[in-house]
């Protein structure tokens, strides 16, 4: 078992940065591949990016892949998204999530994941 808590968000203008922090609670954080997804209202849960265990490995979104970055830092059991150049249209609410553990490879799809947090809300103004 493993507890999710996002940090972070906040209201935004266009071409600001923010970084997303995700706190996990749990002895086998470093066991599990983290990812983060966003839903804006009326869409899908929408995956962003996702790392491995040791954080060697990581995978984004075409979307989103020159302008947002994945870490982790497993002292700490965090995992960190840092969002640079923000558009209008990142406007969501962003969500962390774990997979089960002694799952370690990078997934990229909502059924991969079994943990997940209450979210935080991004906003970014025009």
């Known amino acids: 078992q493993v507890q999710l808590v996002e940090y972070g968000g906040g209201l935004v203008q266009a071409g600001d940065s923010l970084r997303l922090s995700c706190a996990a609670s749990g002895r086998t954080v470093s066991s599990r591949a983290m990812g983060w997804f966003r839903q804006a209202p009326g869409k899908e849960r929408e995956f962003l990016a996702a790392i491995s265990g040791g954080g060697d490995s990581t995978t984004y979104a075409d979307s989103v892949k020159d302008r947002f970055t994945i870490s982790r830092d497993n002292a700490k059991n965090t995992v960190y998204l840092q969002m640079n150049t923000l558009k209008p249209e990142d406007t969501a609410v962003y969500y962390c999530?774990?997979?089960?553990?002694?799952?370690?490879?990078?997934?990229?799809?909502?059924?991969?994941?079994?943990?997940w947090g209450q979210g935080t809300q991004v906003t970014v103004s025009s």
């Open positions: 999530a774990a997979r089960r553990v002694g799952y370690s490879a990078v997934y990229s799809t909502v059924n991969g994941y079994a943990y």
